[in-house]
């Protein structure tokens, strides 16, 4: 089973900054990687796929890079809305797996 | 738009099963997208259970194959869990969602139901 790991586990951003979030796999996954948020009460919310594809109605903001084991997301400018947990999500090997998240958090 | 919404009891005993059902709407379940659960334990990260085609196929996740049954009704549009000789350790808010691509196995996830928190507590 492929480990994913996500750094940091807290993040701390002002409202207009710009967050960067780390997702290691321990072994290669090509770009079959997704990227989630999850709001507390709230089911995870997709927003990219392909490493770097945003989901429909995902905000330009967003976006993902990387391929094999290092992806990366950015949110270019913190909106209030954006304060939530996110997820990282290897879908090349069987079974999928999920990182443990990144909380972002307001400084 | 496709949505899922699951059901089920929130109490279970230890040692017994856990059921669920997760209901699409807006859809088909036999669209040729996989179909799947994920549960969260309370403050902790996500892990998928298992998946189910139209067709019937499943595949379960190896940590918890021997315990899961996934199984689909086409008449009713839903499919449902089943996690039997449950511990504390399956206390977790338990949701059903989608398979993005088409045929395909293994997937990201889009759309999720709304999840419903089950413990095992005596």
């Known amino acids: 089973e492929i480990v994913m790991t996500q750094s940091p586990a807290t993040l701390s951003v002002s409202p207009g900054e710009r967050a960067t979030l780390s997702c290691r796999a321990s072994?290669?996954?090509?770009?079959?990687l997704a990227w989630y948020q999850q709001k507390p009460g709230q089911a995870p919310r997709l927003l990219i796929y392909?490493?770097?594809t945003r989901a429909t109605g995902i905000p330009a903001r967003f976006s993902g890079s990387g391929s094999g084991t290092e992806f990366t997301l950015t949110i270019s400018s913190l909106q209030s809305e954006d304060f939530a947990v996110y997820y990282c999500?290897?879908?090349?090997?069987?079974?999928?797996?999920f990182g443990g998240g990144t909380k972002v958090e307001i400084k | 738009q496709v949505q899922l919404q699951e059901s089920g009891p929130g109490l279970v005993k230890p040692s017994g099963t856990l059921s669920l059902t997760c209901a699409v709407s807006?859809?088909?379940?036999?669209?040729?997208?996989?179909w799947s659960w994920v549960r969260q334990p309370p403050g902790k990260g996500l892990e998928w259970i298992g998946e189910?085609?139209?067709?019937?196929?499943?595949n379960y996740n190896p940590s918890l194959k021997s315990r899961v049954t996934i199984s689909v009704d086409k008449s009713k549009n839903q499919f449902s869990l089943k996690l039997s000789s449950v511990t504390a350790a399956d206390t977790a808010v338990y949701y059903c969602?989608?398979?993005?691509?088409?045929?395909?196995?293994?997937?990201?996830?889009?759309?999720w139901g709304q999840g419903t928190l089950v413990t095992v507590s005596s």
């Open positions: 969602a989608r398979g993005g691509v088409k045929q395909q196995t293994n997937n990201w996830f889009d759309p």
């Open positions: 072994q290669s996954v090509s770009s079959n």
């Open positions: 189910i085609y139209h067709s019937g196929s499943t």
């Open positions: 999500q290897q879908y090349n090997n069987w079974p999928t797996t």
């Open positions: 392909g490493a770097s």
């Open positions: 807006g859809g088909s379940i036999s669209s040729s997208n996989w």
